[in-house]
């Protein structure tokens, strides 16, 4: 099934405890394309700025991302500096300067248009909308927003979610989008309110997937060393459409697989500074990866004591 992404490609500039790194490859197009990419070929509909390195753009087509959607135009590439905490959990903006992103109008290629499963990056949900409309027949339409748009542009995206399938939100998000401070009573609310199905990620607490009436949880891998959460959750939405993708398979039970796909591709994001750990690792590293999620999780009830439970 194609797979096609609609986002921003920028450059970040980022300060941790553990390091910093600067005009390093980012955007949500970028690291959902990263993280798809090792799964399923990716179409991505971007812009960037005429002082744009050209070798990082060439990396990423040479991991079965069309990059024909993305256009260079004459002006400042989109760029963010943020600062985070001790802890990896707040993080401060010092910078943001839009450039050739403040006037993204997305284009959808003709040879994109039929794509089956779009992801629609945080952008104004007006331009979603419009990306929506040049989009033929989708099978599967997932997006991604923030509390900017859910507080200044709330009538349009309850507009979108009556055409999306998948919200992907954090927990925050999803809070304030409902007004209840539960995440499983907001996550009904929000799947009340248009879309299929919802995923709320809780960061280091893991995510959660309601669909059909059902909840399902996935916890955060363990890892010993985080550097750098952004991207995650861009990562981890790469990683969820991608096996879906790769697998053309939308039942319940591949929607739970495409949740720990997403949730190891999070893992590996975080590893280290930028896309670099993506440039690391290939299939082989993902599927040990989701079997350590199977072992984590996986637990029998003693048969000798069932029928005390029943």
């Known amino acids: 099934m194609s797979l096609l992404v609609v986002g ?42 005429s ?4 070798e990082p753009l060439d990396e990423l087509a040479a991991r079965s991302v069309d990059l024909s959607g993305v256009e260079r135009r004459e002006g400042e590439s989109f760029r963010w500096k943020g600062k985070y905490s001790y802890d990896l959990q707040n993080r401060e903006t010092l910078d943001t300067r839009l450039g050739v992103f403040a006037d993204f109008e997305p284009r959808i290629p003709e040879a994109f248009r039929d794509a089956k499963l779009v992801f629609l990056g945080n952008i104004d949900p007006e331009l979603q ?6 989009i ?3 099978t599967l339409v997932a997006c991604d927003t923030m509390n900017y748009w859910i507080s200044s542009k709330r009538d349009t995206l309850l507009e979108l979610m009556r055409r999306i399938d998948v919200l992907l939100v954090n927990d925050a998000e999803a809070r304030e989008l ?19 199905m919802v995923v709320i990620k809780q960061g280091g607490f893991g995510a959660v997937l309601y669909e059909g ?36 398979d939308l039942s319940p039970d591949n929607l739970r697989r495409a949740m720990v796909y997403g949730s190891a591709m999070g893992s590996f994001a975080v590893e280290r500074f930028s896309v670099q750990r993506f440039t690391e690792i290939g299939p082989a590293e993902v599927t040990a990866r989701v079997r350590e999620f199977s072992e984590l999780v996986r637990f029998d009830i003693e048969p000798e004591h069932a029928h005390e439970l029943g």
């Open 178 to 196: 409902s007004g209840d401070w539960n995440v499983y009573r907001a996550a009904r609310w929000i799947v009340d309110a248009g879309p299929r």
């Open 8 to 49: 921003s490609v920028a450059l970040d500039s980022v300060e941790t405890p553990f390091g910093s790194n600067s005009d390093a490859l980012g955007g949500s197009a970028v690291y959902f394309s990263y993280a798809a990419s090792i799964l399923h070929p990716v179409q991505v509909v971007g812009v960037v700025g």
């Open 213 to 248: 009436g059902r909840l399902f949880y996935i916890p955060a891998y363990p890892l010993d060393d985080v550097f750098d959460p952004t991207g995650a959750g861009d990562s981890f939405a790469g990683g969820f459409m991608g096996h879906l993708a790769r697998t053309d």
């Open 136 to 138: 033929h027949e989708p």
């Open 129 to 134: 909308l419009a990306v929506l409309d040049q």
């Open 51 to 54: 002082d744009f390195p050209q």
